[in-house]
């Protein structure tokens, strides 16, 4: 018997979701919504909307009546706030929709109540839209309130984590919807890809969180100001100014510096501002200000909280740390600070020294920028002497000149490469090009070996192994692709070619021959043979100061620009504007690349491109094409 009553009940259960499913949106001869079952011209929801969704997987579907939207469920009943919400869209960075409740578009600027000046406009969560009066929330695919429809504001998500003001205030919630950092913070900046945060509960007050809202360093520590260590170089602090309006932007609307620099003026305090910054970084270490003037010093903490380089140790600067070593300065004096002994060792004063790498530390005159050698940690010279230094430097690798040429060392001072070379670029996947002499250029890997050898015109390192090359004379100019072995993968025999390698490390390639209007798409096998497609592409290859690390731009016959990586559009031709296409490249990088379609790609270059997006209801009935919902 119970068998028999849970087999109906299963039945039960999935005919409620093919019935669901079968519903779809049907409108009658007055231009009004409902639902019915496919196929069948009888309304099973009566028509009563402007506009109607489909139902999704949850049985959940989105309406809208004149200028205000609702969520119904498959028996037509409201979900939510009944047509309550000015706005349901969704949530970049989550699976969620964001919702307004109440409010109204506008024309006008919307004015903040807020510690700081107005985020700069752009189309990062809430701030894409120009609603007055809006509580904002988000809700789940299933109907379910993620975040209560409460706050004046909510930003994209990133990493798992939602910015939300309140009044005058700011605070994080995760993706369950859990407040982690109070709405109480004056100020506060995305997590970087470290896991903490940079807030301020007080004016002037600043704590280190992460994305627990465990408070790593109070503000009980009374620092002036947090900074992250720059990865390059001698591991500089962060140190950055910029005003209010990028950092705002910053904050909300920039695929760069995932951490603002922000000028803050607070009320009653007369001429004072207050700047940070918090930067992606690879180094573990929190560099810290404290005091003014002639009492401010440094104090360097781990990620756990704890005072590595103390307060009492007086240091007044430091580079970043490296093998329990950091470059500072302490009473007037510069010299390496040992983090475990707490021992100083003073230095040659006119010498910088940069980060520790397997014992040695490679040190050069600052002054005259020339004399670079390797020393210990005493400070002691333990190596042979070097002219200047590129503006690369790897892992145990360092490109260096002497005498007017160019060659590579190690991390002991050891010769990778000889010093015979014009220049060397800096290596893609452990393989750089170089200049010879007669400008010529080939191809050697970060070990010293020579992998094509420099007797090209133009050597470009695609990645992977994999290296495009032009050979010019006075009668013809050929293109061909060579890999890592000096084999021809493409034949130096091609008019054109460009290529570029996937985020799965394929090779992509692509030819145009002498008069022909579209490139053609080069296939190899894997017995290595070659067969060819058309495409619709008149022009691949770089936009204009938009270097990307995967994929290539592209035209169409109409001169449109689009995006593809490997076999995909990414965004297709729909914008002639560089600028509205370099927009997109950004909301791309911000987005994981996710994959745009025609209508989200044109809306999208649109607002990414104009600094205030004024969205009313002529923009909400253009948004969509017609074709978008096919009823």
């Known amino acids: 018997m119970k068998r028999t009553i849970l087999s109906l009940l299963l039945v039960v259960a999935y005919g409620l979701v093919s019935y669901a499913q079968s519903l779809v949106p049907m409108h009658n001869s007055k231009g009004q919504f409902g639902y019915g079952e496919k196929g069948n011209k009888k309304f099973t929801i009566k028509p009563q909307w402007d506009e109607a969704r489909p139902f999704n997987e949850y049985g959940i579907a989105i309406v809208r009546k004149g200028m205000k939207w609702g969520f119904i469920d498959r028996r037509g009943k409201a979900v939510g706030k009944s047509m309550g919400y000015s706005l349901i869209t969704d949530h970049e960075g989550t699976d969620y929709w964001l919702v307004a409740l109440g409010g109204k578009f506008t024309d006008k600027p919307i004015k903040h109540n807020a510690a700081f000046p107005p985020l700069a406009q752009g189309f990062r969560g809430s701030k894409n839209y120009n609603i007055k009066g809006a509580k904002w929330g988000l809700m789940a695919k299933d109907g379910r309130y993620i ?13 798992g984590m939602t910015v939300v003001r309140k009044g005058q205030f700011y605070g994080y919630v995760n993706n369950l919807g859990k407040e982690v950092v109070p709405v109480k913070q004056w100020l506060l900046s995305p997590f970087n890809n470290l896991g903490y945060a940079y807030t301020m509960p007080k004016a002037g007050k600043m704590e280190i969180v992460d994305k627990t809202g465990r408070v790593i360093i109070s503000a009980k520590e009374k620092v002036g100001l947090f900074t992250t260590f720059k990865n390059s170089g001698i591991g500089t602090p962060e140190f950055l100014n910029a005003d209010s309006l990028l950092s705002n932007k910053a904050l909300w609307n920039d695929s760069i510096h995932i951490m603002p620099v922000v000028a803050m ?23 810290a200000t404290k005091g003014k003037g002639k009492k401010a010093r440094v104090v360097v903490y781990d990620l756990q909280g704890n005072q590595l380089i103390p307060d009492d140790a007086n240091v007044t600067s430091v580079y970043a740390p490296s093998e329990n070593v950091c470059f500072a300065q302490k009473d007037g004096k510069w010299g390496f600070y040992d983090l475990n002994t707490h021992q100083f060792t003073v230095l040659d004063q006119n010498r910088t020294y940069y980060p520790f790498h397997e014992g040695l530390s490679l040190s050069f005159n600052d002054k005259e920028d020339n004399n670079y050698y390797f020393v210990d940690r005493q400070g002691n010279k333990v190596s042979d002497t070097w002219d200047d230094m590129g503006s690369f430097n790897g892992e145990g690798y360092y490109s260096m000149e002497k005498n007017g040429k160019w060659g590579l060392i190690d991390s002991k001072g050891c010769e990778l490469l ?11 996947d452990g393989y750089m090009e170089v200049d010879q002499e007669k400008g010529k250029q080939g191809i050697c890997d970060v070990k010293g070996n020579v992998i094509v050898p420099a007797k090209y015109n133009y050597v470009w390192n695609i990645g992977k192994g994999f290296f495009l090359v032009e050979d ?11 890999n890592s072995k000096n084999e021809a993968v493409i034949p130096v025999k091609c008019d054109t070619l460009t290529a570029h390698i996937d985020n799965a490390g394929k090779l992509h390639v692509f030819k145009k021959d002498k008069g022909a209007s579209c490139y053609t798409k080069v296939k190899i096998s894997t017995s290595g043979n070659l067969s060819y497609e058309p495409t ?23 001169d449109r620009f689009g995006y ?4 995909e559009e990414v965004f297709p031709a729909v914008t002639s504007k560089e600028a509205e296409t370099a927009a997109l490249m950004d909301y791309l990088k911000e987005n994981g690349f996710r994959k745009l379609n025609a209508t989200e790609a044109r809306v999208i270059a649109k607002r990414a491109y104009s600094l205030l997006f004024k969205f009313t209801e002529k923009d909400i009935k253009n948004t969509l094409d017609n074709d978008l919902w096919d009823f």
């Open 147 to 159: 975040v209560e429809p409460k706050y004046n504001a909510i930003s994209s998500g990133r990493d």
């Open 418 to 428: 000889p010093f015979v070379y014009e220049m060397i670029y800096k290596p893609i």
């Open 265 to 287: 003026y607070f009320a009653g305090v007369a001429n004072k501002y207050y700047g940070f910054t918090w930067n992606n970084t690879s180094i573990p270490y929190i560099h």
């Open 536 to 558: 619709p592409y008149t022009w691949i290859g770089d936009l204009k100061n938009r270097s990307v690390e995967v994929g290539q731009f592209f035209t169409d016959k109409s």
């Open 472 to 482: 010019s004379t006075a009668t013809y100019d050929r293109w061909g692709i060579l």
């Open 564 to 567: 593809m990586i490997g076999d």
